[in-house]
């Protein structure tokens, strides 16, 4: 476990930032110049807060009151930077063992790294020189791992190829990792955890199940980005339409292409924006997926636009509704009413494992 | 042509090629050195640091060579320290040919290979330190090697430099022969000499072939770094 307690002042930035990052993926999330970057790069040893203490497993390696600042050498803090920074003048082999060989084999293995050993990093993609990077960390066998957004500077393509060996090490290993990130979608397959930064300030953290789904939260991370996070089970396949039935406690869900296999857990993160509200059960439409919930929240915003938040089973959903339509509807915490999903709303950059 | 050299202008070209490569070696790692804390260090009194390294660049070069032979020569208190403590004199000796040629060339080096160090992303030297790589190692295998191109082109300039100096030896070790006396200097002694045209002209050439066969070697070793570097 890691603990945070960072402050710091740049200029009329202020970073103050309190929280626990448990085993598993703990996203740090949040627009830029939030302080995301100060946030890691104080963890791993680069940035000096003013005040604060920060320990690993109950190890302190910075604690502003004792004056105990470790030099980044001596943190063992795995950092995977957002431009990889490999050594251009030595192989992608010396680059991975330039740290260490912990694990060396293992490491190669998972990441698909075995055919790139010997290519410089000059002929590598990017997709391949973040693989290259998180090898690298991963061989110094570290207590922590920071990522600070891997994946930022790749197109869609690149990532889909990579985050599924983000997952693989997620599942597969025991640091806890540190991963930052502005894209919700890339934190919804990956975190367990979730802290919101809002300039500087921690605005939400928690499960990421409860922090996304949340309706206050819709204003600080954006209308586009807000949308629950609910891990369901592979409950059927229907093969003449090539559609997948996913179960979960608030019902089913339907959503198209192979998923997994049956049993297998999914997890799926429905964007706020694309789910309709009714009173009555609908009838006759095209939207497969129509699920009974209790309206728990409802929060407007600066906008048109009103957040609302939904309990389907024990489970969290958000839905982004106009506030004429929230008006008209006579929209109130306890009503209860009816979830529409189209299973085209959920791509396939939402769906994880 | 270079028939016009005898003995003694040979003694001249191997004792101008002695001080300049004994300059340029001894001077390099400090210029490797005094580079870097400018390039990456910021602390007071490093414009102060950054003035003293350029002085010699603009100051008179008989002013640098009076200033060398305040200090150096045998009765002023660093000569006689030195000559006390590890023997070594400077005095009207081709040792003091070399101090005086590094002084000179120094700033030349550290300008070169400053440029090099501050094109090296300190995100690099970063990533290591998280890798747990001491400063030393980090600097040796991440730094030097990225900074290979504009060190061998520090030592070039500084070598050519060496070869060249004239004010401040001749000001602070005179041009005694078999002893300080350089290539610049035999010149412009034999310049004097009526009917020493040929001497003077196999000198010239020495020169010209010495500064170019540096060029060229340095030319080549940097494509060779840039090409292991993998730019």
């Known amino acids: 476990m890691l603990e945070i307690d960072v402050r710091k002042s740049q200029g009329a930035f202020q970073l103050n930032a309190t929280f626990e990052a448990p085993d598993g993926v703990t996203a740090v999330f949040g627009r830029s110049g939030s302080g995301k970057t100060t946030l890691v790069n104080a963890i791993a040893g680069l940035v000096t807060p003013d005040a604060g203490r920060i320990a690993v497993d109950g190890t302190v390696i910075f604690d502003a009151s004792r004056r105990i600042n470790l030099p980044p050498q001596k943190r063992r803090v795995g950092y995977v930077f957002q431009d990889a920074r490999l050594f251009p003048h030595m192989t992608v082999y010396q680059n991975l063992t330039y740290g260490g060989r912990h694990d060396a084999e293992r490491v190669i293995d998972i990441l698909g790294l075995t055919q790139l050993l010997g290519r410089r990093p000059a002929g590598l993609s990017g997709g391949e020189r973040q693989r290259v990077a998180l090898g690298r960390a991963l061989m110094c066998d570290p207590q922590v791992l920071l990522m600070d957004e891997p994946l930022a500077a790749l197109d869609a393509q690149r990532k889909s190829e990579i985050l599924p060996y983000f997952e693989r090490l997620r599942d597969e290993t025991r640091i806890p990792i540190v991963y930052v990130s502005h894209d919700v979608s890339e934190v919804a397959r990956l975190a367990t955890t979730v802290i919101v930064l809002d300039v500087g300030q921690v605005a939400v953290a928690g499960p990421v199940g409860q922090v996304l789904s949340r309706a206050d939260v819709v204003p600080v991370i954006g209308t586009r980005a807000a949308g629950a996070v609910i891990v369901t089970k592979v409950a059927g396949r229907l093969l003449d339409d090539d559609l997948t039935e996913l179960q979960f406690s608030g019902g089913r869900l339907v959503l198209p292409g192979q998923l997994g296999e049956i049993g297998q857990h999914v997890r799926v993160r429905i964007p706020a924006q694309d789910v309709i509200l009714s009173r009555d059960v609908p009838g006759n439409m095209s939207a497969l997926n129509v699920l009974p919930v209790t309206i728990t929240q409802i929060n407007p915003g600066r906008g048109p636009g009103v957040a609302v938040g939904l309990k389907a089973g024990d489970d969290h959903l958000l839905a982004r509704v106009t506030r004429r339509s929230a008006g008209r509807m006579e929209l109130a915490v306890g009503q209860q009413l009816y979830a529409i999903i189209k299973a085209t709303a959920v791509g396939p950059q939402d769906i994880g494992t | ?231």
């Open chain 2, 1 to 231: 042509m270079i028939a016009g050299l005898g003995p003694q202008e040979w003694t001249v070209i191997a004792l101008s090629i002695r001080v300049a490569v004994v300059a340029m070696i001894a001077a390099l790692p400090v210029a490797v050195g005094v580079a870097y804390v400018l390039a990456r260090k910021r602390f007071p009194g490093r414009q102060i640091l950054n003035g003293i390294v350029h002085l010699p660049l603009v100051l008179p070069p008989v002013v640098t060579g009076y200033l060398l032979l305040v200090i150096f020569s045998k009765n002023a208190p660093v000569g006689a320290f030195l000559e006390a403590t590890f023997g070594i004199s400077f005095g009207f000796r081709w040792t003091g040919a070399a101090l005086a040629a590094a002084v000179m060339a120094f700033p030349l080096m550290v300008r070169a290979i400053r440029l090099g160090i501050e094109a090296v992303d300190p995100g690099l030297e970063e990533a290591a330190a998280t890798l747990g790589a001491s400063r030393l190692r980090i600097f040796m295998t991440v730094t030097l090697p990225l900074i290979t191109p504009s060190v061998l082109a520090g030592a070039v300039l500084g070598f050519a430099k060496a070869l060249g100096e004239f004010g401040a030896t001749i000001t602070f070790v005179a041009a005694i022969p078999g002893q300080t006396q350089t290539i610049p200097s035999a010149i412009y002694g034999l310049l004097q000499v009526p009917g020493a045209e040929g001497a003077v002209l196999g000198l010239v050439i020495v020169a010209v072939i010495l500064a170019m066969g540096a060029l060229l070697l340095s030319e080549w070793l940097a494509q060779r770094a840039v090409r292991k570097v993998g730019r």
